[in-house]
C-alpha cells in the first residue's frame, strides 16, 4: 500500500510538472521585460544644434562620445513649399530618411522620384500653411489635405535657388544633376497610392515661381520637414553653396553619460536639448 501511495504522489507531481515550467517560463519573460523597461528609462535622447554649424571634428567627438548608441547628423534648408491651393514656410532637415527615428503617420507608398526634391513633411507645419486669400486652413481643411496629400501638386521652392544666379535655369532630367538618392524609387510600406497623382511632375526638374515641383514621400509628427541627406547635399552643390552639419540627434545610454555629454557640448558652444524639448 505505502508503494502505491508514493506511487500516486509521484505521478500527481509529474501532472502538475507542465504547470511549473509554465509559470517558471512566464516569469523569466516578465524579469526580460522588466529588464528590458529598465534599458529603455536608461537611454537618452539627446539633440544638439549649432547656428553656425557642427564643425567636422566636433561631430566626430560628439558621435563617438562614450554611452553614445546612434548618432543621426543633419544639414538644415529653409524654404516656401506649396501643396495644393495652400503654401506656408517649412524648415528642411537632410537626413537620412532610411534610418531617422522621425515618426512616420503616414506614406505615400511606393513613388519615382527622378529629379523632384523628395519631402517628409511634419503635419503640424500645414496649419502655418495659408491659402490665395492669405488665410490658414481650417482643422476639416488640414484633415483633407492630410488624407489627399499624394494627390495634390506640391512645390518647393529653396532659399539657395532664389539666391543661387542660376535658380532660373532649367535642371536637365536625367543629367549629371540627377545623380545620387533623388533617382529610383521610394516604398515607405503603404498601399501605393498617389504614384500617379504626382507623375506629371515628377519627370520635370524645372524651377518656376513656385519652385521645383515634389514629391511628399509621407507625414511625419512635428513641425520639422525632412529630406534625403544626400540630395540636400547635391542641391547645396548645384547652388555653388557651401554646407556644414547643423543638428545631430543622439541616443546615450545612461544618465550620467548623457549629462557628461551635455556639459562637453555646451563647453563647446552648442545648444543641447533633450527630446521634445527643441524650441
Known sequence: MNRKSQGKRWYRWWLLLPAFLAA????WQLAVMVWELKEQRELQELVILGEEGIP??????????????????GLELSGQLTLGDYSGPVTLWGVDLETYPFKLVSAAGEVA?????ALVLGREALSAFEGRDGKNPSQ???AQMEESYP????????GIWEESAGAAQPMAPGGNAGAGAGQGTVNQGASGQGATGQGAALSSGTVNQQGRPAVILGLA??????????????FFREAGESYQVQRVYLRVKGKQEAENLEQAAGEAGLQVSRLGEEE
Open 24 to 27: 517558471a517560463a512566464l516569469l
Open 56 to 73: 567636422d571634428r566636433v561631430l566626430e567627438q560628439l558621435t563617438n562620445f562614450p554611452g553614445v548608441t546612434e548618432a543621426f547628423s
Open 113 to 117: 522620384l527622378g529629379d523632384s526634391p
Open 140 to 142: 476639416a481643411r488640414i
Open 151 to 158: 494627390e495634390l501638386s506640391s512645390f518647393l521652392q529653396l
Open 221 to 234: 509628427e512635428g513641425q520639422d520637414c525632412y529630406m534625403d541627406q544626400e540630395q540636400m547635399r547635391r
